[in-house]
């Protein structure tokens, strides 16, 4: 599933697309909600690992805007809550992601991501 | 004992897709499947000891093997990540996922391409059952282009094309604490793979497990930062 977690992870791999080839933006999507367990800790955990505004900008093209545009710097439960939601509750299940530069599509579909090239595509 | 992985919902369909190389026994193929999960098994305690965030497997295949690791994982939270060139891959990976209850998210695409920069330095368990048949370099070629079941065993020269693709994104990718485990045959020239690794990526290799099966005898490399975890 093309969780948001999975998209703030994933760039354009376009072989010379190098810059600005990240975030990919959402297009066309399918969304559907799953309960996931909440664990402030681990949800805390992944933050180092984000881009926080590439997170924000995702979670409003599938339509949710509980995130502040800037990273806060504390985290209290409530916060880590929508985080949570936003990062492992969202799954994109059909749609696609375009490159912001070389405006390549990927297409997903069973909530995969097809991020298979063609052969001059290959770096 | 971590039970072997419930594979019950593929069909006969999804195996010939997938996983059931040419020349090659199912029977046999499973075997190096079977070396990985038992080495994952042995690795158990130490992996749980310093739990991963992010786990990462090429080429997934049926999935058997990140469901494993989620069954070793249990009550941990943890990000797994499967990649693989083959759509009905990642599509028997998602299934084999929710039927064990364990969240994997896949990708279909090459190694860890779209992953590899935003992934830098941030991976905790990496794995890899490569294809490993040797054919021809053409051969192993088209099987990449079209993401089909040759390109779960037709490895090129020496079997090691993609795995040699493979082994120079072994760095970028693992944490500080970060673990890799890769199949290898002894005709890959182990010593030779543990020797670049070390000169070229300063990576300390180990032998953490090895059996034959039938004719071949396999391997399960771990590549990590430092020798004494
Ligand atoms: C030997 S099978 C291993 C399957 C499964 N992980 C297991 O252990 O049972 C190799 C898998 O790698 C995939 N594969 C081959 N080349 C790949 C590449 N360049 N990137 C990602 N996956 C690849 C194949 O489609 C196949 O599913
Ligand atoms: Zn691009």
């Known amino acids: ?88 509750e969202i799954h994109v299940i059909e749609g696609a992601m375009t490159c912001p530069n070389c405006k390549h599509v990927y297409p997903i579909s069973n909530g995969i991501p097809n991020m298979l090239l063609a052969e001059h595509e290959i770096g | 004992m971590i039970p072997t992985p419930d594979l019950s919902h593929l069909t006969k369909y999804d195996y010939e897709h997938v996983y059931e190389p040419a020349g090659m026994s199912y029977y046999l193929a499973l075997q190096y499947t079977f070396l990985l999960l038992d080495a994952l098994e042995e690795e158990a305690d130490e992996i749980k000891k310093d ?14 093997v990140s469901a494993f690791l989620g069954a070793i994982l249990r009550q941990l939270p943890v990000v797994q990540i499967a990649t693989d060139i083959n759509p009905r891959a990642s599509l028997c990976t998602l299934k084999t ?79 500080d604490r970060g673990k890799c485990y890769l199949v290898a045959l002894n005709q890959n020239d182990i010593n030779g793979i543990c020797t670049m690794m070390l000169d070229e990526f300063n990576l300390q290799s180990k032998i953490i497990m090895q059996r034959r099966a039938g004719r071949e005898h396999l391997f399960i490399i771990r590549f990590s930062r430092t020798s004494n975890m």
């Open chain 2, 51 to 64: 739990p991963p965030l992010i786990c990462l497997e090429i080429g997934s295949g049926s999935g058997c």
């Open chain 2, 97 to 175: 996922g929710t039927r064990n209850k364990i969240s994997i998210d896949p990708i279909t695409c090459p190694l860890a391409q779209p992953l590899l920069n935003r992934l830098r330095h941030s991976v905790d368990i990496l794995l890899f059952n490569p294809p490993y048949v040797p054919t021809g370099s053409e051969e192993a070629f088209d099987a990449q282009t079209r993401g089909d079941i040759s390109g779960a065993w037709a490895g090129g020269a020496s079997g090691m094309e993609t795995t040699c693709c493979f082994l120079k994104d072994v760095e970028t990718l693992l944490s």
């Open chain 1, 1 to 88: 599933m093309v969780r948001l977690i999975t998209h703030n992870l994933l760039a354009c791999h376009v072989k010379g697309c190098t810059t600005n080839n990240f975030p990919l933006t959402f297009q066309d999507v399918q969304i559907e909600l799953q309960e996931a367990e909440f664990n402030p800790e681990f949800v805390r955990n992944l933050l180092s690992r984000l881009d926080w505004a590439a997170l924000v900008d995702a979670a409003k093209q599938v339509g949710d805007t509980s995130l502040p545009p800037e990273e806060p710097e504390m985290m209290d439960d409530d916060l880590l809550k929508k985080l949570h939601h936003v990062l492992l």
